[in-house]
C-alpha cells in the first residue's frame, strides 16, 4: 500500500513543479491525434529496411550532418541553455535509434539509414538528437530524477513510520520504505518529463530542417516509419516516449507553427 502511495504523491508533486522543455509545445488537438492515428493505420505493417555498405552509411550521416550543423548551431547559440559542440559517432546498431549522451556525444545507428528513405530523414533524426543537447534534457532529466528520489523516499518513509508503527521491526520497515520510494520516485522523476522533451527535441529538428532548406514533408515520413515499427497506438502514462500517432501529430503541428 504504501509502495502506490508513495508513486502516486510523488508524481503528483514532480509534475506539478519545474518544466520539462524550454519551448512551449503547440497543443495537439483530438482532430489532429485521430488523422495521425489513421494514418499509421493505413500504412501497414513493419516497414521495410534496405541493405547500405558501411561507406554508404557513413556517407549519408556525414552528407545530413554538413546540411543540418550550422542551423542547429545557431539555434542552440539561441538558446543559451545546453551544449553545441557535438561528436557525432556511428554506430553498426542495426536498430531504428539515435540517442544523446553526457559531453555532447550523439550516436546515429546504422539501421537509421537502412530504414530511411531520404536525406531529410536522416536529417531529422540527427536534429532530433541534436535538439536534446541544445535544451540539455540530459542535465534536466537527472536533475528530475534526484528530485523525484528525494520526494518519493520521504513520502513513502512517512508512509511506512504510519503503517509499522505497532511494529518490532518498525525502523527496518521505514527504512526500507524510504529506499523503495527513492527509486520509484527518481523513475517517476525522469518519465514526468521525457515525453515533454522528446516532443521539444521533434519541434527543434522541424524547426532546424527549416532553417536548413530542406523539405519538412519528406523528413516527416520517417514518423511514419518508427510507428509502424513499434507498432504502439497510444501513449500510456508511464511511457518515457510518446507513441508514434502522438508523435506524428505534434510534428504536424510544430510545422505548422513553424510556416507562420
Known amino acids: 500500500m504504501w509502495q502506490k502511495a508513495a508513486l502516486a504523491l510523488a508524481g503528483v508533486g514532480l509534475l506539478g513543479g519545474g518544466a520539462g522543455s524550454v519551448h512551449h509545445m503547440p497543443l495537439v488537438d483530438e482532430a489532429h491525434l485521430g488523422a495521425a492515428q489513421a494514418e499509421v493505420g493505413r500504412a501497414g505493417g513493419p516497414p521495410a529496411r534496405h541493405s ?11 552528407a545530413a550532418i554538413a546540411r543540418i550543423r550550422p542551423a542547429a548551431q545557431q539555434i542552440c547559440h539561441e538558446m543559451g541553455v545546453g551544449r553545441c559542440e557535438w561528436r557525432i559517432q556511428i554506430s553498426n546498431d542495426r536498430s531504428l535509434n539515435a540517442s544523446a549522451g553526457p559531453n555532447g556525444v550523439i550516436t ?17 533524426v540527427i536534429a532530433h538528437e541534436m535538439g536534446h543537447q541544445s535544451s540539455d534534457h540530459l542535465g534536466k532529466s537527472q536533475r528530475n530524477a534526484m528530485v523525484g528520489a528525494l520526494i518519493g523516499g520521504v513520502l513513502a518513509g512517512a508512509v511506512g513510520a504510519v503503517a509499522s508503527s505497532r511494529s518490532s521491526n518498525s525502523a527496518a520497515i521505514t527504512g526500507q520504505a524510504v529506499s ?14 521525457s515525453k515533454e522533451q522528446e516532443r521539444e527535441a521533434d519541434y527543434l529538428a522541424a524547426l532546424t530542417l527549416y532553417r ?11 514518423l511514419v516509419i518508427m510507428a509502424r515499427a513499434s507498432g504502439r497506438r497510444e501513449t500510456g ?3 518515457t516516449h510518446p507513441a508514434g500517432p502522438e508523435r506524428l501529430a505534434a510534428w504536424d503541428r510544430a510545422v505548422e507553427e513553424i510556416r507562420a
Not at 547500405?52 to 556525414?62: F, Y
Not at 546515429?108 to 531529422?124: K, L
Open 108 to 124: 546515429v545507428n546504422r539501421g537509421i539509414v537502412e530504414y530511411a528513405q531520404n536525406e531529410e530523414q536522416i536529417a531529422m
Open 52 to 62: 547500405v555498405s558501411d561507406d554508404e552509411a557513413r556517407a549519408e550521416i556525414s
Open 237 to 239: 502514462m508511464l511511457d
Open 212 to 222: 536548413a532548406g530542406m523539405d519538412l514533408d519528406k523528413a516527416r515520413g520517417f
Open 180 to 193: 523503495s520510494g527513492a527509486s520509484l520516485g527518481a523513475s517517476v522523476g525522469h518519465i514526468s518529463y
